[in-house]
C-alpha cells in the first residue's frame, strides 16, 4: 500500500470514529441541564399560577420567610386545587396529619408524568380505598408544610415545591440537586400534636 493510502485510510478511521463519539455524547441524557430545566419549569408554573385564568390556582410564600424577598419563584409554593374540601380549620406546624399522596419530579424523557419518587398509594387515588398514612408536618420539607397549612380536610391539590423549599442544592436519595417536587395530596385529616388522628 502507498503511504497516501495508509494515510487516507487513517483518516477516514479517525473521522468516523469522531462521529460515532460525536453521536454518543450527543445524546442528551435524564439529568442534563438539570438546573436550568428546573428553573424554566418553575418560572413556567409560577406564571400559569400568578395569572390564575381558570381560578383555580393559589400561590404562598414558604412558612417561616419574610415578606422581604416576595416574587422570587424558588420561595413560594404554587398549588392547582383539584378538589376542594369541606373542612373549616387549617393544620398548623406542628400537627400530624393524615394524607394520600405521590411526589414526582418534572417530566424528563424517560418520564413524561415526572419519576415518582415517593407515594403512598397506588393508580388512581381513590381516599375511599386507599389507607392514608400520618404524618409529622414539622418533619416535612418547608414547601409541602407550608402548602399543607393552607388545606382544609377533604382537599386534593397538586403543590409544585421549587428545590429551595425542597430538598435543595443536594438532593435526597433518588431526588437529585436542584430538583422541583410535584406533589398530589389529599388532606384526609389532621390533629394536634398528642392527640390521634380519627
Known amino acids: 500500500m502507498r503511504i497516501f493510502d495508509i494515510k487516507y485510510l487513517l483518516l477516514l478511521l479517525l473521522l468516523s470514529m469522531g462521529i460515532v463519539a460525536c453521536d454518543e455524547t450527543d445524546e442528551a441524557g435524564e439529568f442534563d441541564n438539570w438546573v436550568?430545566?428546573?428553573?424554566?419549569?418553575?418560572?413556567?408554573?409560577?406564571?400559569?399560577?400568578?395569572?390564575?385564568?381558570?381560578?383555580?390556582?393559589?400561590?404562598?410564600l414558604a412558612y417561616g420567610l419574610a415578606d422581604t424577598i416576595k416574587w422570587n419563584n424558588n420561595y413560594y409554593v404554587y398549588c392547582q386545587v383539584l378538589e376542594s374540601g369541606d373542612g373549616g380549620e387549617n393544620p398548623k406546624f406542628n400537627d400530624i396529619v393524615k394524607v394520600n399522596y405521590r411526589g414526582?419530579?418534572?417530566?424528563?424523557?424517560?418520564?413524561?408524568?415526572?419519576?415518582?419518587?415517593?407515594?403512598?398509594?397506588?393508580?388512581?387515588?381513590?381516599?375511599?380505598?386507599?389507607?392514608?398514612?400520618?404524618?409529622?408536618?414539622?418533619?416535612?420539607?418547608?414547601?409541602?408544610?407550608?402548602?399543607?397549612?393552607?388545606?382544609?380536610?377533604?382537599?386534593?391539590?397538586r403543590i409544585f415545591v421549587p428545590y429551595e423549599l425542597g430538598y435543595g442544592k443536594n438532593g435526597s436519595g433518588a431526588i437529585p440537586g436542584y430538583s422541583t417536587l410535584v406533589f398530589d395530596i389529599n388532606l384526609v385529616d389532621f390533629s394536634n400534636v398528642g392527640a390521634s388522628v380519627h
Request: net charge negative; with cysteine; glycine share 8%.
Open 36 to 60: 436550568a430545566r428546573n428553573e424554566a419549569y418553575i418560572d413556567s408554573i409560577a406564571k400559569v399560577a400568578r395569572t390564575n385564568a381558570d381560578g383555580s390556582w393559589k400561590s404562598f
Open 104 to 157: 414526582r419530579l418534572i417530566p424528563t424523557m424517560s418520564y413524561p408524568d415526572g419519576y415518582v419518587f415517593d407515594e403512598s398509594y397506588s393508580g388512581e387515588l381513590d381516599p375511599d380505598v386507599h389507607v392514608a398514612v400520618e404524618l409529622s408536618l414539622a418533619g416535612c420539607v418547608r414547601g409541602w408544610t407550608t402548602a399543607m397549612c393552607e388545606m382544609v380536610q377533604g382537599d386534593v391539590w
